[in-house]
């Protein structure tokens, strides 16, 4: 692995930085306040794309501009790993800003400038959780990221948005703090908070002061990612403006907890390590329940938005899962599902958004016969719940088949009943929305028609996207060598794994 000095990461992280005040300079003029959105949008997708080559080709492009502490850099670095993140983001940051324009003009909210100004600062932030070359700037970018997401949760400025933003605030800042704790524990005992691929913690201290770190550190992470039973912030949030929903969800802070969870496995405990002190089986556990619960609670749900909220609770920790089974292939499934997740979840948010404004609709017993009106949009809504329960030649197939067979390499067959049984419950939840959206007669949508057409371009990118991955999971920006690749680099050194894959 070839380490290179690169500013690149750097300014991948500050261009939405700079573009924040910019935009707030233009409250007036609308256009000029979308062209900065999108001409940032633009340049972060040109310079994070521009170091692709250089990473699967096996380097890393890492910059050290300055100490944060004594003895600890401001690290960031673009690996594998970060690149699956930054490229995700960065891509579905440009077409969730077209999508924003039409969904906030169409809605006639108030507080634009606001948010799209929050919506660059969290950008920077994911920037900065992708490239995080070690856990104290993972830290300081994961809570930049709450502060950045807490004014577009509280968008409406109602006393329900409000309430919800507390709620978002006191989860998210106390597990900040909970793993600034871990992270301290860390570096007392190493001197180093540098991510290594397979970990560096071994060694180091007693098991019973790992297994705390352990807990610190998984539930500072976990928060955000979602995992029962830290979770309900998530759905109380979904009050919030649908694109802000779409942020949440597929792009940003419950990708990051997710991706943590996997950095603080992978690269600062090691599979090895997690299997030894029994902490593996543990977290493989909580997010099996996960995964269960969550789809029983989508189940019983009639706001749209709030069935796919508690559909994401459950799909994240498909990532969870992944990584707690430490074997290759599931961790290559845990990782390849952040990006796949991603465009079928947004795909689902944008549909939601799109009814929303064209029919005031947002109860799922109130959508009877939409789809008639509106072909496309329920079109794109039926495919991706298609994907997420798991149908072949859809992109979420591809890493649920991955964490299948990663179950199987470790001999723990009992996790393919949960995946199945995910997929039975996830067909449960979603595809009669299609149905009676299609197949049932209602004349209330007749004088509707489709979205606007600056909501229905980005519904078409995302769903397309999706059914391309899911047939060909390397076309592009290749997410399946990225994951596979990080995978390896993870696991090459290990020697113990539980059931001996090897």
Request: with cysteine; glycine share 8%.
């Amino acid at each position: 692995m070839e380490i290179i000095m690169d500013y690149r990461p750097l300014w991948a992280v500050l261009v939405s930085i700079i573009v924040s005040p910019l935009i707030f300079l233009n409250d007036k003029n609308e256009n000029y306040r979308e062209a900065w959105s999108i001409l940032a949008s633009t340049v972060k997708i040109g310079i994070v794309f521009s170091m692709l080559p250089a990473v699967l080709s096996g380097k890393v492009l890492e910059v050290k501009p300055f100490s944060i502490a004594q003895g600890i850099e401001f690290h960031l670095r673009a690996d594998t790993f970060g690149m699956i993140f930054a490229v995700l983001a960065s891509f579905l940051w440009l077409i969730t800003t077209f999508y924003s324009m039409g969904y906030m003009r169409g809605g006639k909210y108030q507080y634009q400038t606001g948010y799209f100004a929050a919506f660059a600062l969290s950008l920077s932030a994911t920037m900065g959780i992708a490239f995080a070359g070690n856990l104290l700037t993972f830290f300081i970018f994961f809570e930049l990221l709450t502060l950045a997401t807490y004014p577009l949760v509280i968008h409406g400025r109602q006393k329900k948005d409000i309430a919800a933003g507390r709620k978002y605030l006191a989860y998210t800042l106390i597990a900040g703090q909970v793993m600034f704790v871990g992270i301290l524990w860390v570096y007392s005992l190493t001197s180093t908070l540098e991510f290594v691929p397979g970990g560096f913690l071994a060694g180091s201290a007693s098991w019973d002061i790992l297994r705390m770190i352990f807990i610190l550190l998984i539930v500072g992470t976990s928060v955000k990612a979602a995992v029962m039973p830290l979770h309900e912030w998530l759905p109380t949030a979904m009050v919030a403006p649908t694109p802000v929903s779409a942020l949440l969800h597929a792009v940003a802070v419950v990708k990051a907890g997710a991706f943590g969870v996997i950095r603080i496995v992978g690269y600062v405990f090691g599979p090895e390590l997690m299997v030894d002190m029994g902490a593996a089986d543990v977290l493989a556990w909580f997010a099996a329940a996960t995964i269960i619960f969550s789809s029983f609670v989508a189940m019983r749900q009639d706001n749209l938005k709030r069935r796919l909220a508690f559909s994401t609770v459950g799909q994240l920790s498909y990532c969870v899962l992944g990584a707690a089974l430490a074997s290759p292939l599931a961790i290559q499934g845990g990782m390849f599902h952040i990006a796949a997740h991603a465009f079928m979840k947004i795909t689902l948010f944008f549909c939601a958004g799109a009814i929303f404004i064209t029919t005031g609709k947002e109860y799922i017993s109130d959508m009877r016969g939409i789809g008639r009106q509106m072909p496309i949009t329920m079109g794109a809504f039926t495919i991706a719940s298609f994907g997420i329960v798991g149908l072949p030649l859809i992109v979420g197939f591809i890493s649920k088949w991955n964490l299948a067979l990663g179950a199987l390499q470790t001999g723990k067959a009992l996790y393919i009943v949960i995946l199945v049984a995910s997929a039975m419950l996830s067909a449960v939840y979603l595809l009669p929305i299609g149905f009676m959206a299609f197949f049932k007669e209602n004349d209330e949508f007749s004088g509707y028609g489709e979205a606007r057409l600056d909501m229905l371009v980005p519904i078409v990118v995302v769903v397309f996207i999706s059914v391309v991955l899911g047939v060909m999971p390397n076309f592009g920006v290749k997410f399946f060598d990225l994951a596979s690749m990080s995978s390896s680099q993870i696991l090459e050194d290990s020697v113990k794994l539980l059931g001996g894959w090897r």
